[in-house]
């Protein structure tokens, strides 16, 4: 029986992957080849995916990128017991884009069969849920706080602060939220975790379960993830048979489910409280804070919501110790963080490091640059709301803190990349009308700020009046930042002004004020 | 491609009860009306109101709101193009415009024939295979010329 791990995962899926899988069952079947085929996670290396391994007696042997309809001259070249092919890979721990990597929270993520929980079981999944309920819930807050632990999703905030608020506040029920909506451009963290090693999300929550008193857990899964809301379906209705899931979680006197809710493809409900509205039923417009979710949330009843990577990192932390988390990263940003890394890129994937590698390091060193071949120009990290950085810029380390004194942030820690070829006024133009469109229409700045701005960086791009129009913006940007109730409207500024800032010669070479900075 | 049904009453007072006991039951209810039926009628908007005691109001709003939702029914393939930065920066401006000429339409409308609708979708997370695409529930990455003649061969089918 040979082992052949074939990615379910979608940078695999949309590259060809199902049908790959259907050749090599076809010649399974044909041949006699006696293969045993998983549909495993991705590794991370995007840019080679497909990424098909075999299991030889040298360990697993990777080739990629594998296109579909090369299946049989693969076989016939003899990957099947790692020969050499021009697309062998070889060992992908021994790969210097994952060589580097520290893999915590992406440990199992493209080495295990995803659903298989005797495969996460054999590759230590589960430990920090038995071990959080060993402890109790108050030994569980301190040890996620203790690891330093902050908001994946871009906003940074201790998460054992927020779990202790919850598990203080008086409620008939609680409940756990997990923000899948990842709709942030460059960013595919959350999906790869769901879609790779979904049990560990479901441990996180059901960790956050014991550590509040909560009992139901959602997740709100945007549409766009098709092949996450399978796996994550699946995975759920088999934790639940096993009883990791239900009335008594792992035998123990806890209680508690989880469901996948999905959302309808609006960007804001990335913001936690439209988040919560959207669940509720309503239209996903932002809410007024205070009240904090972690007292009134969903339903008004107190509630935990977190990014999908700040909850998938927590049955490591209760597996391993608050202290080996803690000890990886730089200043107050601790432990490891999922970068992902898009666009024009020539290594394109996800890479898990410590915190405190700079820009250059990323971009350069570990992704190649451009998948052009161009000179890099700009890169936009955090999403549409993040400040494009120039080369400048790429001595800055990846930490919460230090991209926040370059006026720009780390979000969730998406990259993108740009070659020469960028016109940055047209980048500029399209965070405006990006916020138009997604913009939930609740507060003035947002709604109507973006809408002006768009229309005003249009009237520059025609030459019209250009350093009095560029005045206009500023002024708009300064009342959007300081006037919109969320970070769709507060942020929006942010790779407008970065653009302005640091590519003034695209704004028709008249540089504003902010500029000279 | 999933094939939709004409609206019966009975049929979606059927889906809707199914789904209301669910805690916030109407993004659920919607999306299950619209997978059967392809789109929110008026008098889906009626029937969701009247079994959820919401306000026709409130119900038209929560499907105007989302991208999801369309009040009117779409071609028999939906061809979603990601037009968000990550693409762009691999050139899906370009994709794009070759799209809408192909199919001779524009983003959000719909061939004459009732084939395809074509969408604008901000980010469907294959960032670093980009520039991708969604038909339907299919996805596809890392679009070049021939992959678009296919997919464009595919919303004929």
Redesign the interface.
């Known amino acids: 029986m040979t082992r052949v791990f074939i990615p379910l995962d979608?940078?695999a899926?949309?590259?060809g992957a199902d049908e790959i899988a259907e050749e090599f069952e076809l010649l399974n079947t044909e041949r006699g080849l006696s293969l045993d085929i998983v549909r495993n996670g991705s590794r991370g290396m995007?840019?080679l995916?497909p990424l098909i391994e075999v299991e030889t007696n040298d360990g697993r042997i990777a080739y990629g990128p594998v296109e579909p309809g090369e299946v049989a001259s693969l076989i016939d070249a003899g990957i099947l017991s790692g020969g050499e092919h021009e697309k062998r890979i070889g060992k992908v721990e021994e790969h210097p884009f994952f060589a580097r990597q520290i893999r915590m929270t992406f440990k199992r993520c493209g080495v295990t069969d995803p659903l298989s929980l005797d495969d996460y079981k054999a590759h230590g999944g589960l430990k920090g849920l038995e071990r959080a309920i060993d402890i109790g819930p108050e030994a569980v807050v301190a040890e996620v706080t203790e690891s330093g632990l902050r908001g994946r999703g871009g906003a940074g905030f201790p998460t054992g602060i927020k779990w202790k608020t919850v598990a203080g506040a008086e409620g008939a029920r609680k409940y756990i939220v997990a923000n899948a909506d990842?709709?942030?451009?460059?960013?595919?963290a959350d999906?790869m975790i769901m879609e790779g090693d979904p049990y560990c999300l479901i441990e996180g929550m059901a960790i956050a379960g014991v550590a509040t008193g909560a009992t139901k857990g959602y997740i709100y899964l945007r549409?766009?993830?098709?092949?996450a809301i399978d796996v994550m379906n699946e995975a759920i209705r088999r934790a639940r048979e096993a009883g990791v899931l239900g009335a008594a979680m792992l035998g123990s006197a806890h209680a508690f489910d989880i469901e996948v809710?999905?959302?309808?493809?609006?960007?804001v409900c990335g913001e936690e409280t439209s988040l919560l509205d959207?669940?509720?039923?309503?239209?996903?417009?932002v809410r007024f804070k205070p009240p904090l979710p972690a007292i009134q949330g969903l339903?008004g009843m107190p509630t935990v919501i977190n990014n999908v990577i700040s909850l998938a990192s927590t049955p490591e932390i209760l597996a391993q110790g608050a202290q080996a988390y803690k000890e990886l990263g730089m200043g107050r940003s601790r432990g490891t963080i999922p970068i992902?890394?898009?666009?024009?890129?020539k290594h394109?994937?996800?890479l898990e490091v410590p915190f405190g590698l700079t820009l250059g390091e990323i971009v350069e060193d570990l992704c190649g640059g451009t998948?052009s071949g161009r000179p890099v120009r700009a890169v936009?990290v955090g999403g549409?709301l993040g400040a494009y950085f120039p080369v400048s810029l790429f001595d800055t380390p990846f930490d919460y803190e230090a991209f926040a004194a370059k006026d720009g942030l780390i979000g969730h820690a998406?990259v993108?990349?740009?070659?020469d070829t960028?016109d940055m006024m047209s980048?500029a133009r399209?965070a405006f009308e990006?916020c138009a469109?997604?913009s939930?229409g609740k507060c003035t700045p947002c709604r109507v700020g973006a809408v002006r701005g768009y229309e005003t960086m249009k009237k520059i791009m025609d030459g019209e009046r250009p350093a009095e129009n560029l005045a206009v913006i500023e002024d708009l940007c300064n009342t959007m930042k300081f006037g919109s109730l969320c970070a769709l409207g507060g942020f929006t500024p942010y790779p407008v002004v970065s653009a302005m800032r640091h590519f003034p010669e695209d704004f028709h070479g008249t540089p504003m004020s902010v500029a000279a900075e | 491609m999933a094939a939709h049904a004409i609206y019966d009453a009975d049929e979606a007072a059927e889906i809707i009860g199914s789904l209301k006991g669910l805690e916030g039951p109407l993004l659920p209810i919607l999306h299950a009306l619209q997978e059967r039926f392809g789109h929110i009628s008026d008098e889906a908007v009626r029937q969701i109101a009247g079994e959820l005691n919401l306000t026709r109001a409130e119900v038209y709003g929560v499907v105007t709101f989302y991208h999801d939702f369309h009040k009117e029914p779409h071609g028999r393939h939906v061809l979603k193009v990601c037009r968000a930065e990550a693409c762009q920066a691999a050139g899906s401006d370009a994709v794009a415009d070759a799209l809408e000429k192909a199919l001779g339409i524009k983003f959000g409308e719909t061939t004459g024939d009732g084939q395809v609708t074509l969408e604008a979708v901000y980010c469907l997370g294959l960032c670093a295979t980009a520039p991708s695409a969604m038909l339907d529930r299919r996805i596809v990455g890392r679009l070049n010329e021939a992959k678009i003649g296919k997919l464009v061969e595919e919303t004929r089918l």
């Open positions: 979608s940078f899926v949309a590259c995007a840019w995916e990842e709709g942030d451009s460059g960013t595919f999906r549409s766009e993830y098709p092949v809710r999905v959302g309808a493809g609006a960007y959207s669940l509720e039923g309503k239209r996903g417009q339903f992902q890394i898009g666009g024009n890129v394109g994937g996800l998948a936009q549409p998406g993108v990349i740009f070659d960028v980048q399209f990006f469109i997604e939930c």
